[in-house]
């Protein structure tokens, strides 16, 4: 099944999917799961770039103590808009719709997903609903925070709360529509030969995320309709003054947001597991650990959201039980972790970019994901909660390793995406500025928090200045370093060098076919014969 | 440049120990993953363009160890914080009131005796402080990082917490849950005072009607007197001396009587009714301000008997019957 | 599973789509993606749910006596309605896997017919709120000896129902759509997957009501 001679198919062939047809209508009609996973690149690059610059208008604004660079007013929107915009139009479908769309269908030996026009409408149910919401952005935003917390948002925020909470609904029900399409795809149309124990670590992890996907966006879905009915019909289910519970809404919100983070992250994770195989050109490490740690977590997930409510009110019986469980969730991490590390042990380590991503997420991964247990620590979590501590934990989390995966995803597959090389120097040196602009900005952040600084604080002591200085210093750093690799990608389409089937010499269905493939994927249903990640036996590639 | 918060109250130095275990131990995994991987990547980096490496084989006691391992350091934490949890949430029974009102955007505060402040709250150092807050309009969070002292003051229900100063000075107040327009203005001060500075201040200044004879008039308004007549008969349950006591309700269930079940039975009285007397008490959710009800409930209160403040020097447990009026 | 393709084309029927190895996969993929998403709205009116045994809970004379508002008989005959278009719809589905054109539409009208009858009580049901002064927000009136806090059970009754109401408006668009192709005569023995996830979704909407039911209308009836 692999090569492990590189480059041994023919260069492009005349006709691949991105050729086969022109023109906007084809593009716009298409049911190609690859040329969908292109629109979605646009779209959450687009909605990326909007999070983008408000995060650098927040941090302007945080270079000095007082609020005088926007009115407060408007600096609540500022972050509202950063949440919102990163979180439903960026994070959560960033992975899955471009790279999981891509690729899933094709690691499987399918020839697309089991529902493609329903693809097809889950991106325009995304894009939508992204649309509404920067509608509403223009109009004014929302000031609520992107959780919303009732009776704020319901009875006394004057943003445009209703037609931003549409917005996301439609984005939610993109993400289960997603979900639901994978876990069907991955059930059903697998080639003969691709067992379960034989699917590439990626296709586990969005196996995992689908479930998320499947059953926690309704809630959220629900919520969202509800603070809609309250706020428009004036109906009393969260408001304290007609015997409404504020409290209630959280957990009916953080049911959903838990485990949403965890589908921000086990994509990225079924990432790494590729990219460190991929790149050191040995089988993972404990492959059966880390496909079981991902339905763990998926699993756990949904046992936990009561930690974002320890100081909320909720009695201590069920603060210590979400304290046990949230302990517990960080385990099958841990494990994906150490198994990772062992990957590299007497593999050959290239030192190319998507190598360097994912060493750049296990460290990062592993900061992040033990500060959590910091907001397990219930005693602990009294002091911390609604600081910049947790600002700086799940920006460790989600732009550490989220984001870090998705760019070396990015990397790892665009030969086979567009064709072409990106230019490799280039793309090196983007990567090291995003590494070290990120510590730069998110480390000050952990010592802000603990010393008391809340969060969503347009003004602050002037004590704390030296760390917002040194965060924002980090975050323009950051900021070009993102978009740098907008550049490169761009160049390349036009001048990198033509990509082969398998540049980095690695195993997985996706490198049998040629670089960009074909509409149909594969012209015969491949049979798979081999262990995932086998590197040592040689033989012919299964497909001509 | 600050890079710790001060300790100021009796739990923080808890907190800062169970916060420098585990900085201590994401330093360590850290840096084992750290060098782990970079020792690995230079070690066994690519040598040759085509070269495969020799098959490793996998480990179940290598899985079984780090997953065995972070389970058990898990567990120890688990214990540990939840040990200081319990510290932090159980208030002795000898604190000293504070009533608290958050609202848009500033912190009113109304010490036992009537004397008021705005955003800005004076206790004495070793002295036990129960807050009881309540929100007049959205979720607040009081916040007082020096004690690490946080709770969440949320509409429809009081929040109670205390703390314990434990060295004098000025510690910053701030709102931690993000409440609109201005929530980084509704910031203030702490001062923790010498008992006998605390003495002091507390008879000077702006004293108002007392929370507890604020209450006693607005149980007439309301007409509360009616039923809860305290005499043979009444069509309500007697408000003497029930508070900190045990109270059988209908269905053989019990509960004690605290700030939240006061409340609870002013806006809520459906909730949870008292063995032996009908149940047409009206609900006055909505039509009692909070801070309205925080009064009612200081005036309920007044009328037990206050459990006895300990001397500086050694906590004493009152004496049964014993009535040191040192709240009121 | 689906098999290897030879090299020589079957002749390929205009229902099976591309990207599926034959007719069985397709129809296996769509049923398992039916009933996912059936998972999906459970969680949906979980949400909803789960605030209302919260605030039964916290509120039991308030629910009580509201519930005791509510037309029981309406409630009960719209019950008896929905049940048999449960049973329409399974014969529909039944002459579906038979090929049998005239039975399957018969059966399909039916169904909607009955579906109609349904969203129309609830009109009734709903104008008779306004009359009333049930409907939550500025023009509430509290009923007469009732707890302020019955407002709650109207509002999640109005967004139960709703919600619900709007699930059975869309299960009749699906069935109009399947009489459209029934009468072109596309479901055959061997090709009446559409029908049948339809019927799922039918009797799904058909559960949540049996739910909404005993929990909205027949809370109180035991008190006095």
């Known amino acids: 099944m692999s090569s492990a001679v590189v480059g041994a198919l023919p260069v492009e062939p005349r006709q691949h999917y991105l050729n086969v047809r022109y023109g906007v209508g084809s593009w716009l009609l298409t049911v190609d799961h690859k040329r969908i996973a292109i629109l979605y690149l646009i779209g959450v690059t687009f909605f990326f770039a909007i999070g983008g610059v408000f995060a650098a208008l927040i941090r302007m604004e945080l270079l000095t103590p007082p609020g005088d660079l926007f009115l407060s007013e408007t600096y609540n929107r500022l972050f509202t808009t950063h949440g919102v915009m990163m979180v439903f139009f960026f994070m959560i479908p960033a992975i899955p719709s471009v790279l999981g769309n891509f690729l899933i269908p094709m690691m499987i030996g399918a020839k697309d997903l089991a529902f493609p026009r329903i693809n097809l409408l889950s991106w325009y149910l995304y894009m939508i609903g992204g649309l509404i919401a920067l509608w509403a952005l223009i109009h004014g935003g929302v000031d609520t925070g992107w959780t919303f917390y009732t009776p704020y948002s319901t009875v006394y925020s004057n943003g445009w709360v209703v037609v931003t909470a549409v917005g996301i609904f439609l984005a939610g029900f993109s993400s289960i529509l997603t979900g639901l399409n994978f876990l069907v795809t991955i059930h059903t149309m697998r080639a003969p030969g691709m067992t379960w124990r034989r699917l590439p670590l990626f296709v586990w992890a969005h196996y995992a995320t689908s479930i998320i996907q499947l059953l926690g966006t309704p809630v959220i879905a629900i919520t969202l309709l509800l603070v809609g009915a309250e706020r428009l019909f004036h109906l009393g289910i969260f408001d304290p003054r007609q015997g409404g519970d504020p409290v209630l809404f959280q957990h009916l919100f953080w049911f959903y947001s838990h485990p949403a983070v965890y589908i921000m992250i086990l994509p990225a994770m079924g990432v790494i597991s590729e990219l460190v195989t991929g790149m050191s050109r040995k089988p993972v490490f404990g492959y059966k650990f880390i496909a079981g740690s991902s339905l763990a977590i998926a699993v756990l997930s949904f046992l936990v959201w009561g930690h974002h409510m320890f100081v909320s009110g909720q009695s201590v019986y069920a603060g210590l039980v979400f304290s046990i469980l949230s302990f517990l969730v960080a385990i099958p991490s841990a494990i994906k972790v150490f198994n990772w590390t062992a990957t590299l042990y007497k593999g050959s380590v290239s030192y190319q970019t998507p190598m360097l991503y994912a060493l750049g997420f296990i460290g990062l991964f592993t900061i992040g994901g033990l500060t959590g247990l910091f907001l397990a620590s219930l005693g602990l979590d009294i002091h911390v909660h609604d600081t910049y501590f947790i600002i700086a934990h799940f920006h460790y989390i989600m732009v550490g390793g989220t984001i870090m995966g998705y760019l070396g995803g990015l990397h790892y597959w665009w030969p086979k995406i567009s064709g072409k090389l990106y230019p490799e120097a280039w793309a090196r040196v983007s990567a090291w500025v995003i590494f070290l602009g990120f510590n730069l900005t998110f480390f000050p952040q952990f010592i802000l928090g603990y010393l008391g600084m809340p969060r969503r604080y347009h003004a602050y002591p002037a004590e704390f200045q030296v760390l917002n200085v040194m965060s924002t210093a980090g975050a323009s750093i950051l900021g070009i370093g993102y978009m740098i690799p907008l550049v490169y990608f761009f160049w390349s389409m036009r001048y990198g060098k033509t990509a082969p089937a398998n540049p980095w010499g690695a195993t997985g269905l996706e490198w049998q076919t040629p670089s960009p493939p074909p509409t149909e994927n594969f012209p015969v249903t491949p049979v798979v014969t081999r262990e995932p990640y086998d590197y040592l036996t040689k033989e012919e590639p299964a497909v001509g | ?328 | 599973m689906a098999e290897a393709h030879a090299a020589a084309p079957h002749a390929a029927d205009p229902r099976l789509q591309h990207h599926f190895a034959d007719l069985a996969a397709q129809k296996e993929a769509s049923t398992l993606g039916m009933w996912a998403f059936l998972v999906t709205e459970v969680l949906f009116f979980g949400g909803m749910f789960a605030a209302y045994v919260v605030y039964r809970a916290l509120f039991t004379r308030a629910f009580e006596g509201a519930s005791n508002l509510l037309d029981i008989r309406l409630g009960a005959f719209n019950t008896a309605v929905l049940i048999l278009s449960s049973l329409t719809m399974a014969i529909a589905v039944r002459a579906a896997s038979q090929g049998r054109k005239n039975l399957i539409i018969l059966f399909l009208v039916l169904t909607i017919v009955l579906g109609s009858t349904f969203l129309g009580v609830k009109v009734e049901e709903y104008r008779q709120k306004f009359e009333h002064h049930e409907v939550p927000g500025p023009h509430f009136v509290v009923p007469e000896g009732l707890p302020r806090q019955a407002e709650i059970f109207f509002s999640l009754y109005f967004c139960m129902t709703g919600l619900h109401a709007l699930h059975m408006i869309i299960g009749v668009g699906l069935l109009t759509w399947l009489i459209v192709k029934a009468r072109k005569g596309a479901f055959t023995g061997s090709y009446n997957s559409p029908v049948e996830m339809v019927g799922l979704y039918w009797h799904f909407v058909d559960i949540i009501w049996i739910f909404l039911f005993p929990l909205l209308y027949l809370l109180g009836r035991h008190a006095p």
């Open chain 2, 1 to 328: 440049m600050p890079l710790f918060p001060d300790q100021a109250s009796t739990f923080a130095p808890h907190v800062d120990a169970l916060y420098l275990f585990l900085v201590c131990l994401t330093a360590f995994f850290s840096l084992l993953i750290g060098t782990l991987v970079v020792v690995f990547a230079i070690k066994y980096r690519r040598r040759a363009e085509n070269e495969v490496p020799d098959l490793v084989h996998e480990s179940g006691l290598l899985e079984m160890t780090w997953t065995v391992i972070p389970f058990l350091i898990t567990m120890v934490l688990f214990v540990w914080s939840s040990w200081v949890y319990f510290r932090i949430t159980r208030p002795p029974r000898e604190a000293m009131d504070v009533y608290v009102t958050g609202k848009q955007w500033m912190w009113k505060l109304q010490h036992a005796n009537g004397r008021m402040e705005m955003n800005e709250l004076h206790v004495p150092v070793g002295r036990a402080v129960r807050l009881t807050m309540a929100s007049e309009d959205v979720i607040h969070s009081f916040y007082i990082p020096a004690f690490r002292f946080k709770r969440d003051v949320v509409p429809g229900r009081f929040a109670t917490a205390w703390f314990e100063a434990t060295r004098p000075g000025r510690y910053h107040l701030f709102c931690a849950q993000y409440c609109g327009t201005r929530h980084s203005n509704m910031i203030g001060w702490v001062h923790v005072l010498t008992p006998a500075d605390y003495q002091a201040w507390l008879s000077g200044g702006v004293l108002g009607e007392s929370l507890a004879s604020a209450g006693a008039k607005r149980f007439v308004e309301n007409a509360c007197n009616t039923c809860h007549a305290e005499k043979p008969g009444a069509r309500g349950p007697s408000l003497n001396a029930i508070f900190g006591k045990v109270q059988r309700l209908q269905g053989g269930q019990t509960v004690v009587v605290d700030e939240a079940y006061l409340r609870e039975s002013i806006v809520n009285p459906q909730a949870k009714l008292v063995e032996g007397y009908p149940s047409i008490m009206p609900t006055y959710q909505g039509l009692i301000s909070e801070e309205g009800l925080l009064q009612l409930v200081a005036y309920v209160k007044s009328l037990s008997p206050a459990p006895a403040a300990p001397p500086v020097a050694a906590p004493a447990p009152p004496a049964p019957g014993e009535r040191k009026a040192a709240t009121k």
